[in-house]
């Protein structure tokens, strides 16, 4: 078996409003050290990020007998970055009937990631 690979990855902190640059050293999968934040939100997101991704998706979708015709929504957590694809996939056939109110939970489970899709918006009847 061979020896890890030791590496740094680059990035750009989104945990605060501050964007630190950061480097991250690996060895393998593995951690080493974060270097280049100016707060513990920093450390926690590139650990996060190098190991398991995860992002909000935010879209929308139809509404029917609505005031407008597509509510925007979100994840409501955040899901792997690999589901991604997969989440949108499930949204674009999703039609809801008005009226809807912020929060309300439009879709369950969406593409099996234990995450439902939110409403962002309120939408009345017509």
Same mark, same amino acid.
Do not use: Q, W
């Given at each position: 078996?061979? +020896?890890?690979? &030791? ?16 480097? %991250? ?29 995860? @992002?909000? %998706?935010?879209?929308? =979708? @139809? ?5 407008? +015709?597509?509510? &925007? %929504? ?7 970055? &690999?589901?991604?694809? +997969? ?10 009937? +008005? ?7 439009? =879709? &369950? ?11 962002? @918006?309120?939408?009345?009847? @017509?």
């Amino acid at each position: 078996m061979g +020896a890890a690979v &030791s590496n740094k990855i680059e990035l750009i902190c989104i945990g605060c409003p501050l964007g630190c640059n950061l480097t %991250v050293d690996m060895n393998g999968s593995e951690v080493v050290e974060v270097s280049g934040n100016n707060c513990k939100k920093g450390k926690e997101y590139a650990v996060k990020e190098v190991t398991n991704p995860t @992002r909000i %998706v935010t879209s929308i =979708v @139809r509404v029917k007998n609505g005031n407008i +015709a597509v509510v &925007s %929504v979100k994840t409501k957590e955040d899901i792997p970055k &690999s589901k991604i694809n +997969a989440c949108v996939k499930a949204l674009k056939d999703v039609e809801v009937e +008005a009226p809807i109110k912020i929060g309300d939970v439009l =879709v &369950s489970n969406v593409a099996d990631t234990g995450v439902d899709i939110v409403a962002t @918006r309120n939408i009345y009847k @017509r």
